[in-house]
């Protein structure tokens, strides 16, 4: 005997109540939908900070490497030419050989010809290398083509010419750098994006105008540069008049002082 009736035609017919209760829910309920949503924004509110700080650090690293390669194209330079460093002379009072262009002029911010005429082109030739990836600079919408400046007191005696600097040391030889020691001089440095121009980087030893120009604040308020041994590094800016580009700079400034102890001697 059939377990269910059967209709005129002989097939089952199945009570409406046979369903079970699993079968007729499907899906999730509100209330459950909400309590993912709630679980996933906690877990990127999470992931976020630490998702931020790991491309903070891969730029600061890429940065320094950058630094690295050019520290390695002066030291080829020098040597190719007799242990004479690479010429740096601000705008205007001779060739700056080291690389060309001035971040102020857009035309020439942008165009990576001005890296490519430069000296250490041939031995670091990737124009990528001399960008800070974290610099977002840009001129008419497109991004700028140089990050970095060489210290003033190296490639030229441009700065002996100011009578106050006089008491200090240049350096355009290699063999001069023996004097305070390749480690403890810096060539490059990342250059703030608003004063960056030609690639070279006033120092006033005498204090006239403390960061005259001024060093990046890109990597969670440090900036990169090399030294003349190679290595290179991150210093962070401690002093709070340091971390706002309009903030008078004092003489005293710890900042100011840690640059300029490492750009030159008496």
Not at 68 to 90: H, I, V, W
Not at 104 to 129: D, E, S
Request: aromatic share 10%.
């Amino acid at each position: 005997m059939n377990a269910y009736p059967e209709c005129a035609g002989g097939r089952p017919v199945f009570p409406f109540n046979a369903r079970t209760d699993d079968s007729r829910r499907s899906g999730f309920t509100l209330i459950e939908i909400l309590a993912v949503i709630a679980i996933i924004a906690i877990l990127v509110a999470l992931l976020l900070p630490a998702l931020s700080d790991a491309k903070s650090k891969s730029m600061r690293i890429g940065c320094i490497n950058n630094l690295k390669q050019l520290s390695l194209a002066d030291q080829m330079y020098t040597a190719d030419n007799n242990g004479r460093l690479p010429e740096n002379f601000p705008e205007g009072r001779g060739t700056n050989s080291w690389v060309t262009g001035n971040m102020r002029v857009a035309a020439q911010a942008t165009n990576q010809l001005f890296i490519r005429q430069g000296k250490f082109f041939p031995y670091a030739n990737n124009p990528a290398c001399y960008h800070c990836p974290a610099d977002l600079a840009m001129a008419n919408g497109v991004p700028q083509v140089r990050s970095y400046s060489m210290n003033s007191w190296m490639g030229s005696r441009a700065m002996e010419m100011e009578a106050a600097q006089r008491s200090y040391r240049t350096f355009v030889r290699e063999s001069e750098l023996n004097v305070a020691g390749p480690a403890t001089l810096w060539v490059l440095i990342d250059e703030h994006e608003v004063t960056i121009d030609d690639g070279f980087f006033l120092v006033t030893m005498d204090d006239t105008y403390p960061f005259a120009s001024f060093p990046a604040m890109r990597h969670d308020h440090s900036y990169a540069l090399n030294f003349a041994d190679g290595h290179a590094q991150a210093i962070k800016l401690r002093d709070p008049n340091s971390q706002v580009l309009a903030a008078q700079i004092r003489p005293e400034n710890s900042d100011w002082l840690r640059l300029k102890a490492a750009t030159t001697i008496r």
